[in-house]
């Protein structure tokens, strides 16, 4: 009775066969085994759309499909597929080394059986198993380990990632850009996120590392940081108007109160007239917000002319800062003069530009600041002909917090 062979090839003599050969014929299956258990070999599968055929060697070793470790090389220029005969029965550690942008199928050689498919860009490494389990539909398996490659796309599902680096950015589902990173050299404050349970206010976001860290939003040009849908107030930038009805003519060279009537149940301009050949004066007090940074000021003058003349007319602004249980009898800051030009017809509204840096004198939190502004009528620089009818002072002023808390 002659030999047979293993699937894989390893010979199966005969009780009483093969005298005197035993000895090389026992060496060669054990090479056979040894290719079985851990033996790596590579297979070339170049080629177009088409089939690479691993065939069993009967009794000799170096069969591809008789090694453990198997690296598919080559390249492809069409979808590959890589078959084994229907009774092996063996597992693999299998890596797409091919180049090309194509799909490799590792599957029996006929049958209805699963397959393992690597996807066209994917050149990972998987183990999978042939069970031979059926005699015409056997099936391949992808044990499903083994996936994570350094340059593969793959999903990981309930994996713990322990302070891994990541590099410019993290991406969403679609490949498209959802966070931006930017590594600071010698980094020492950072972001620490907390969770919350039943009952807390909610999850926390801290700057952590030194003392006294600050968080910084910073929304792209002209965009506002929201919440909820709406803007959140910020420190930066705030106006405060205070019309002249909430204003006075000083005692000494003081500006005129005055009523303009336009037509009947129209409006009614309540107003300040300074006149333009002598300095007159008028005055108002307010307590800057607590959120005020004590810097200094800018403010635009809202006036109407008195005639049609569109010449300049100089308009300036100064204050000073009283703390408590402090005298009011105190000098004010230098005035700042803003220019503007009538508009060429009586009744308009005239918005200066915004004036240059106002100093407020012996400026502080919690005080009471005095404003006083004047017509610059003596100034060879103004030039209007008419009375300056103030309307109101628009302060522009700095916070250093977001709200007077």
């Known amino acids: 009775m002659s030999s047979n062979y293993t699937p894989l090839g390893v010979q199966l003599m005969t009780t009483g066969e093969k005298a005197g050969t035993w000895g090389t014929l026992t060496n060669t299956n054990w090479d056979i085994m040894e290719q079985i258990s851990g ?141 931006n990173l930017t590594a600071t050299g010698s980094a020492v404050n950072e972001f620490t996120i907390a969770n ?45 108007f205070v019309p002249t009805t909430a204003m006075f003519g000083t005692d000494a060279n003081g500006a005129d109160s005055q009523t303009v009537v336009t037509t009947a149940t129209r409006p009614e301009m309540k107003l300040l007239d300074f006149d333009p050949s002598t300095i007159e004066y008028a005055q108002f007090s307010i307590a800057m917000p607590k959120s005020w940074d004590e810097g200094t000021i800018t403010f635009q003058a809202f006036w109407s002319p008195s005639n049609t003349n569109t010449d300049n007319a100089l308009i300036g602004l100064q204050g000073v800062s009283v703390a408590n249980d402090a005298t009011s009898d105190v000098v004010f800051g230098t005035a700042i003069d803003v220019t503007d030009a009538g508009g060429g017809a009586v009744e308009d509204v005239m918005v200066s530009p915004v004036s240059g840096a106002v100093t407020i004198a012996s400026a502080a939190a919690d005080t009471y600041t005095y404003f006083q502004i004047r017509r610059n009528a003596t100034s060879g620089s103004d030039t209007f002909t008419g009375d300056v009818r103030l309307l109101g002072i628009k302060i522009f002023y700095t916070t250093n917090a977001a709200n007077d808390a």
Do not use: C
Not at 82 to 94: A, E
Not at 132 to 139: L, M
């Open 39 to 179: 033996g790596y070999v590579e297979q070339d599968i170049a080629g177009g759309a088409g089939a690479t055929t691993l065939s069993v060697s009967d009794g000799s070793t170096g069969a591809t499909l008789a090694h453990r470790i198997i690296k598919l090389t080559g390249s492809i220029t069409g979808n590959r597929t890589v078959t084994i005969p229907l009774d092996v029965q063996t597992f693999y550690i299998i890596t797409n080394g091919s180049s090309g942008a194509y799909t490799v199928e590792f599957k029996y050689v006929s049958g209805s059986g699963s397959s393992v498919t690597w996807a066209a860009a994917d050149k990972g490494t998987k183990i999978l198993y042939a069970a031979a389990d059926d005699g015409t539909n056997p099936n391949i398996v992808d044990v499903g380990m083994g996936t994570v490659t350094l340059d593969g796309t793959q999903t990981l599902t309930n994996k713990t990632l322990t302070s891994p680096k990541i590099g410019t950015s993290i991406l969403d589902t679609g490949g498209n850009e959802l966070i």
């Open 196 to 240: 919350a349970g039943t009952g807390v206010a909610g999850p926390i976001l801290s700057a952590t590392g030194e003392t006294n860290v600050g968080i910084n939003i910073n929304p792209a040009g002209t965009g506002t940081l929201k919440s909820g849908g709406s803007a959140i107030k910020i420190a930066g930038l705030e106006t405060i």
